[in-house]
Every structure is written in structure tokens, then in C-alpha cells.
């Protein structure tokens, strides 16, 4: 009897035993796991390998939609992202509303490799880079293809001439179709009036209703105007130098009544249940190595300052991969209207049914 208790407890210890280690290995897994949320196409995938090689860090990467969408699901209470890679307006609102935890930059030797002139942007939603740290810049602009249009682009105009009947690809994102509309109509980026945005919506129902638009599209856009499906395509400056570098008839500008420029920036979501992966994937990233391989894969503007001094002399005298000062300066930023958002969305709305 006393040999069958001592069992008895010898069992039940080892029962106890056996749940805490799988607790254990539980918790110590969930930890090797990092959330990232970031555009779809947007990073080499061989730096995810590289990454989770030297930190034996597991990354999930889950591709977004829309600066809008994660606005949302960064909201959400049961949101499980740890990194996320908004744009700057939406950075901006998420600073507002407290979701953003500061960087450590103890953790992050390595943004001392970012250019100081990513600094003067940056400034504009996140001053002194408290929460975020660039990782992409560009502007928006035209992809036409010459075999297919008279002469060259220079003016939103372009996109609402009915010769271009079904050869014309717009954004599917409300800010950059919206803005650039507003921009041709010569108003502000960030208009928040009835008056600017009901011309917008008018503007871009005739656009459709006239037939010139063949879809309203993001990601396979380049490879449509790759392949030659179209005449032009709203488009961000990267996917553009992707698409010219594929199809030598393809040409990008940014229109002679401005456009916008933008960042889109690594922040840690308050919530994130693995802050010093997130660190450790933020300075891997700003590793001069590293963000040469990420420029050479997806073709947009890195703010690492080696990789835009070692830019080819072609390409670094290319605008769209290097906008110059006087393109710029027609350019504007976003900002935070999500306090307006909804007005935005009624004419969005009206202008996609």
C-alpha cells in the first residue's frame, strides 16, 4: 500500500512537472514569434530567413491592405501585431490616440545610419522620431507607357482624357486617388471642404462614366503596366522604378501641379507582446547590409544614408528613385483627417459605386 502512494504522489508529480514545462515551452515560444504587418511585396523575402537565422526570432508576416485597414486592426483589442509599418498620416493619428509605445534607441544602434535628411520629413508627424523610425520614402506619381500615349505625361489632366478609353489603372486607396484629384483641381492634399470634395467626386465619376478607367487596383498594378495592359497608372514612386525596370516603355512622372510625398515608418503597436524582437527587427533593417539588399529588391527610396551614397550615378540622378529638391517641393504630405474621415468616405464611396 505505501509502494502504491509513493507511486501515486511520484505519478502526480510528474503530471505537474510535465504541464509546467509545456507552460513553459508555451510561453518561450510565443516569445520567439514576431507579428509583423506591413504592405504586401514590401520587403525582400530572404531578409525574413536572414533575420530569423541570427535571432532564432519566428516572423509572421501578414500583408495589409490599407494605412485605413490597420488603423483598425491596430484599434482592435485583440490585435496581436507587434511591428507594424504604417504611413505617415496614419502614424500621426496613432500617436494622437496613444497606441505607439517610444523607441528604444539603446536597442537600436544602428539608426544612426539614417540620413539626416529623412529627419526634416519625419518631423512633420513624428517629431525627433520618438515612435518611428523610416523605412521607405517616395512620392505618387504617373507610369505611362510611350508606345501608347502622344508626347509626354506632365499633368494629372492626362488621367480624365477620353482617348485613353479603358487604358487608365487608379489606386485603390481613397487617400492617393482623392489627393491627387484634389492636386489637379489645385487644392490642398488635406482639403477638408464639401466644395473641393464634391468636385473630386464628380471629377472621378465622369472619369468612369466616360470609360476611361480600366480598374482601380494596388499591388499587381506594376505588372499589369509591366505587361502593357495599359496606357498609365496612378502609382507610388517604388512599384513604378520596379515596373520601368521590367518594361523600357515605361516612364514615370510626378505632374507639374504637385503631388504627394510620403514615409512609411517601423512602430512598435502599444499592445505588442514582443517588444526587443520588434527593436532587434527595426535595427536589423536600419543595417546598411540589410537595407541595401531590401532597396535592391523592391526598388523604393531607402533612408539608409550608404545606400543612397552608393546609388549608381544613373540611378541616383533617376527622380523617380531620387526625387530631386524641385519635385518636392511641389509635393505635400498627408495628414491626420480621420476626425473628417467619414465625409471622406461618403464621397469615396459615391465615387466607387
Excluded at 465622369?206 to 480600366?214: A, E, H, R, S
Aim: with cysteine.
Amino acid at each position: 500500500v505505501a509502494n502504491r502512494k509513493l507511486l501515486l504522489i511520484l505519478s502526480s508529480a510528474g503530471i505537474v512537472l510535465v504541464s509546467a514545462l509545456i507552460i513553459i515551452l508555451s510561453v518561450s515560444s510565443e516569445k520567439r514569434v514576431l507579428n509583423v504587418y506591413n504592405w504586401g511585396e514590401y520587403i525582400d523575402p530572404e531578409l525574413i530567413e536572414l533575420f530569423e537565422e541570427e535571432t532564432g526570432v519566428h516572423v509572421n508576416y501578414i500583408e495589409m491592405l490599407s494605412n485605413e485597414e490597420m488603423l483598425i486592426k491596430l484599434a482592435s483589442p485583440d490585435c496581436v501585431y507587434d511591428l507594424c509599418v504604417p504611413s505617415d498620416y496614419i502614424i500621426e493619428k496613432l500617436i494622437a490616440n496613444d497606441m505607439l509605445l517610444p523607441l528604444d534607441y539603446s536597442k537600436i544602434p544602428n539608426a544612426k545610419n539614417i540620413a539626416e535628411k529623412q529627419y526634416e520629413f519625419t518631423d512633420k508627424f513624428d517629431p525627433a522620431n520618438k515612435y518611428s523610425l523610416p523605412y521607405m520614402w517616395g512620392t505618387v506619381g504617373i507610369l505611362y507607357n510611350t508606345d501608347y500615349v502622344d508626347g509626354e505625361i506632365t499633368s494629372w489632366s492626362s488621367l480624365y482624357d477620353p482617348q485613353y478609353h479603358k487604358d487608365v489603372f487608379m489606386l485603390d486607396s481613397i487617400r492617393d486617388t482623392m489627393g491627387t484629384a484634389l492636386k489637379y483641381l489645385g487644392y490642398s492634399l488635406n482639403d477638408r471642404s464639401d466644395e473641393a470634395l464634391g468636385k473630386v467626386r464628380d471629377l472621378l465619376v465622369q472619369q468612369k462614366n466616360d470609360g476611361i478607367v480600366q480598374g482601380y487596383l494596388v499591388d499587381e498594378v506594376k505588372d499589369k503596366m509591366v505587361a502593357g495592359e495599359a496606357a498609365m497608372a496612378v502609382m507610388w514612386s517604388g512599384d513604378a522604378m520596379y515596373a520601368i525596370e521590367e518594361n523600357d516603355s515605361l516612364v514615370y512622372c510626378v505632374p507639374e501641379e504637385g503631388s504627394n510625398v510620403w514615409v512609411d515608418a517601423l512602430c512598435i503597436p502599444k499592445n505588442s507582446k514582443n517588444i526587443d524582437a520588434a527593436m532587434k527587427f527595426i535595427d536589423f533593417m536600419c543595417r546598411p547590409d540589410i537595407a541595401q539588399m531590401n532597396y535592391d529588391y523592391i526598388h523604393y527610396a531607402s533612408p539608409i544614408r550608404t545606400v543612397v551614397d552608393n546609388l549608381p550615378e544613373e540611378e541616383a540622378a533617376n527622380p523617380t528613385v531620387n526625387p530631386t529638391d524641385e519635385m518636392i517641393s511641389r509635393c505635400e504630405f498627408f495628414h491626420d483627417i480621420m476626425d473628417y474621415m467619414d465625409v471622406y468616405n461618403k464621397y469615396w464611396m459615391q465615387i466607387r459605386a
